[in-house]
Nanobody, 129 residues
Framework: QLQLVESGGGLVQSGGSLRLSCAASGFTLSDYAIGWFRQAPGKEREGVSCITSSGGSTYYADSVKGRFTISRDNAKNTVHLQMNSLKPEDTAVYYC??????????????????????WGQGTQVTVSS
């Protein structure tokens, strides 16, 4: 059974950093692209970042470019999202999701649709001003 578990969320001051982790079990992580999404209260879920199965291609939303970095360790079945220079508007529940069909050709489109088949339960990130 495919399972994704997020960790690393918390409360941080504006300008601070957090590192989120997405631990995968029940499937071979190297066969899947992993995306990070977030949803703030009263707002739609939005795609934040994504990395293809090989790690060769990445996607970042304009709002996080230059501040967030996605990486993966297939040997440890884990994907990380390093978040630096955090802003209050980054406050949201962050989710990781898996999709075996993403390539460097459709990564941006897939992230805009947020249509991934498998999701974790989310971790709360709160950035205080």
């Amino acid at each position: 059974q495919l399972q994704l578990v997020e960790s690393g969320g918390g409360l941080v001051q504006s300008g601070g950093s957090l590192r989120l982790s997405c631990a995968a079990s029940g499937f071979t992580l190297s066969d899947y692209a992993i995306g990070w999404f977030r949803q703030a209260p009263g707002k739609e879920r939005e795609g934040v970042s994504c990395i293809t199965s090989s790690g060769g291609s990445t996607y970042y939303a304009d709002s996080v470019k230059g501040r967030f970095t996605i990486s993966r360790d297939n040997a440890k079945n884990t994907v990380h999202l390093q978040m630096n220079s955090l802003k209050p508007e980054d406050t949201a529940v962050y989710y990781c999701a898996a999709d075996p069909r993403i390539t460097r050709f459709n990564i941006a489109t897939k992230m805009r649709t947020t249509n991934f088949p498998s999701w974790g339960q989310g971790t709360q990130v709160t950035v205080s001003s």
